[in-house]
């Protein structure tokens, strides 16, 4: 297979790169780890990693995969390079259309990334975007913002952000609250940095940074009503098409490869393969769990459809340095990374490996980046959405107070996949000081609503936030 290996220097030789100007400055961001804890985290995460993913063991198409990687390796800009890094490439064989680097250079390609992409240009772009990533040390700069922390404290909230997906929240377990998978995501502003500066990347490695812009697109096409779980896990900037185009523009590439036969060779040779597994199935085949239960703390829970009403006790429960809440007496704590609910025996349980609950509530943070509070909570009801595709809202947001801070009350109706009956929600939303937005999500069976909606406003009222 070498034979990749020589095509590839073979076309890096021919082509010819005019920078500008007009190229876009992008700086790292402020981070209080050093390189070497990069390195570390990892190395340490890498291996948690491959605990949990399977790896496809062929040897020419991670040698190709591999060699995309170190050509554009050698074009990261000198201010950029960690010499303490080791960039490894393997490829999961998965069928989702995701990829990931961990901090300090070990990547990982699913083979269905590689099995969407028209084009090696597109791959290419995939592989410098998340090169990008390590390059200016967004996973660790994103840890510095939670600064109380120590890095070993918040290790695996750090890994479980950059997976994404079960695999991260599985990773992630044990994170103390608040700091969990949402919290810790790389930001819209590190999406665009990474799009920048792997457009860059990619046009000294003689690649067209426009194919980066069309494997966006490609992802958008492959990944359905649904969406992909790159998408999921990259929060988009807005007008990516736009802007990594006009970048293009300034970087003029010629001669630049966009297709080979390698590329050609490696996507016949994954066709002659068995289809690729979800995540879930190879987990589960392997003998590991996918985290659908644990991370929620829902294992050992039944949905029985026979629950206790509420109690008219209430016991208060302290969550981290964040929040003190009540709720009735009659209600489990159920700790998650950033979440945690609180539900009545029978009320709640783990199907499909997913956590499910009927009656509670679930109080919780998540990143906001608009400081809007109308927006944010908008935000928060389409990601509910995704997961819920029968949710519809019943009403508009009604303003209130939670914890002192001005609040939102939306209504939303949905139908529980576990019982196939309707359900109502009520979602209380406030704003913290931070910009992060806090949740709580108070679900009851819509014939029994009415009874629930009292519960909830108490619960909601009872809140007191202890700092932040």
């Known amino acids: 297979m070498r034979v990749l290996r020589y095509q590839l220097i073979a076309v890096a030789v021919l082509v010819s790169v005019s920078l500008t100007g007009a190229q876009t400055k992008v700086n790292a961001p402020k981070n209080k780890y050093t390189p070497q804890q990069d390195v570390q985290l990892g190395r340490d995460a890498a ?10 063991r062929d040897d020419n198409i991670t040698s190709y995969v591999s060699d995309i990687g170190q050509r554009l390796v050698g074009s990261i800009p000198a201010e950029l390079r960690h010499p303490e890094f080791n960039y490894t490439f393997k490829v999961v064989n998965v069928k989702e259309i995701n990829a990931f680097a961990l901090p300090g250079g070990p990547m990982y390609v699913n083979r ?14 995939v592989v410098a975007h998340e090169l990008s990533h390590v390059a200016l040390r967004h996973g660790t700069a994103q840890a510095t913002k939670a600064t109380k922390y120590e890095i070993g404290t918040i290790a695996g909230a750090v890994i479980g952000a950059i997976v994404g997906g079960q695999a991260g929240n599985v990773i992630a377990q044990g994170t103390q609250f608040g700091l969990g998978t949402a919290f810790l995501r790389f930001s819209r ?3 665009k940095d990474a799009d920048i500066e792997g457009s860059q990347i990619m046009a000294r490695a003689g ?18 009503s649904g969406g992909p779980q790159w998408l999921s896990d990259h929060p988009n900037p807005g007008d990516r098409y736009a802007y990594i185009t006009k970048e293009a ?8 490869t966009h297709n080979t036969g390698a590329f050609q060779s490696v ?11 979800s995540t879930e199935d190879a987990t589960r085949n392997a003998g590991r769990t996918t985290g659908g239960a644990s991370p929620t703390g829902t294992s050992g829970g039944r949905i029985t459809g026979n629950v206790e009403r509420p109690s008219s006790r209430y016991t208060a429960y302290t969550e981290g340095n964040l929040f003190r809440i009540s709720v009735p007496s009659n209600w489990r704590e159920l700790a998650g990374n950033n979440s945690v609910t609180f539900a009545p025996e029978g009320g709640y349980g783990a199907v499909n490996q997913q956590s499910v609950f009927t009656h509670g509530v679930e109080a ?8 809007d509070l109308q927006t944010s909570t908008n935000e928060l009801v389409q990601s509910l959405a995704q997961s819920n595709p029968r949710m519809g809202r019943s009403s508009g947001s009604d303003r209130g107070s939670i914890g002192g801070r001005t609040g939102l009350r939306t209504l939303l109706t949905n139908q529980n996949e576990v019982t196939s009956r309707p359900e109502r929600i009520a979602l209380y939303t406030t704003l913290l000081d931070d910009g992060t937005l806090f949740y709580l999500i108070g679900v009851a069976p819509d014939n029994e609503f009415s009874a629930y909606d009292q519960v909830f406003n108490r619960v909601a009222s009872s809140i007191q936030f202890t700092g932040r």
């Not at 948690?48 to 790896?55: D, N, R, S, W």
């Not at 269905?112 to 772009?125: D, L, N, Q, T």
């Not at 523009?249 to 630049?256: C, G, I, K, M, T």
């Open 47 to 56: 291996t948690q990693v491959e605990q949990q993913l399977p790896l496809l």
């Open 267 to 277: 996507q016949a040779r994954l066709r002659q393969m068995s289809p690729a597994p």
């Open 207 to 224: 690649y067209d940074p426009r194919d980066m812009a069309s494997m966006f697109k490609t992802i958008e096409e492959q990944g359905g």
């Open 189 to 191: 502003a590190y999406e």
């Open 112 to 125: 269905g990334m590689i099995e969407a992409a028209k084009s090696e240009g597109e791959v290419a772009g």
């Open 249 to 256: 523009q300034s970087l003029r590439v010629e001669n630049a």
């Open 364 to 371: 919780g943070l998540t990143r906001n980046e608009t400081h």
